[in-house]
Nanobody, 124 residues
Framework: QVQLVESGGGVVQPGGSLRLTCKTS????????IGWFRQAPGKGREGVSC????????VYVDSVKGRFTMSRDNEKNLMYLQMNNLKPEDTAVYYC?????????????????YGQGTQVTVSS
């Protein structure tokens, strides 16, 4: 059974940092493209970043470039999203995602597996 479970969300002041962790099981993370998504109140879900299984492709949306970094630990079946210099507009529920088929290289944000999400709130 495929499972993705996010953790690390919380409330942080503008300019602060958080690291989200996604624990995966039920599939081979090493052979999967991975991504992070977010959904702000009243908005649709948007792709934030992706990393191909080979790590040859690493993509970030313009609004988070230079502030967010994603990574993976295939041996531990974990993926991470380091978020620095957080802004109020980063407030959203964040989801990790994975897919055994190529997604990041192709610019395809339609992933097969998603976690349940973790809330990130940036507020003073």
């Amino acid at each position: 059974q495929v499972q993705l479970v996010e953790s690390g969300g919380g409330v942080v002041q503008p300019g602060g940092s958080l690291r989200l962790t996604c624990k995966t099981s039920g599939f081979t993370l090493a052979y999967s493209d991975i991504g992070w998504f977010r959904q702000a109140p009243g908005k649709g879900r948007e792709g934030v970043s992706c990393l191909s299984y080979s790590e040859r492709s690493e993509v970030y949306v313009d609004s988070v470039k230079g502030r967010f970094t994603m990574s993976r630990d295939n041996e531990k079946n974990l993926m991470y999203l380091q978020m620095n210099n957080l802004k109020p507009e980063d407030t959203a529920v964040y989801y990790c995602a994975a897919d055994p088929l190529p997604r990041c290289d192709a610019g395809n944000w339609d992933y097969d597996y998603y976690g349940q999400g973790t809330q990130v709130t940036v507020s003073s």
